[in-house]
């Protein structure tokens, strides 16, 4: 089933990376709740954090824990090019 990233629960930054991931026809899950901790996106092993701030370290430590590598973005720092260049790294 296809993942839908809808306009009115998501920020900006948050549609790139869907639409750019679909475009990429790479598979992900969107706000995914892992150990009681909602995951932006997780895209194989990799737990992806959109935020205008900064990331939890004990989140960092139990995602890692549990085999996620943990991957932050600022919202500021989205954009197609970006996460193109993102994908074609961690799915090598």
Do not use: W
């Not at 790479?26 to 990331?55: A, M, N, S, T």
């Amino acid at each position: 089933m296809r993942t839908i990233v809808k306009k009115k629960n998501s920020t900006k930054p948050e549609r790139i990376v869907a639409e750019t991931l679909k475009e990429m026809h790479v598979p992900f899950r969107h706000r995914v709740k892992i150990e009681g901790r909602e995951i932006d996106f997780v895209i194989g092993k990799y737990c992806l954090e959109i935020d205008g701030h900064d990331q939890a370290p004990d989140k960092n430590e139990q995602m890692v824990e549990l085999g996620y590598v943990p991957i932050h973005l600022n919202n500021a720092e989205i954009t197609k090019e970006r996460i193109v260049s993102l994908i074609k790294t961690i799915m090598v």
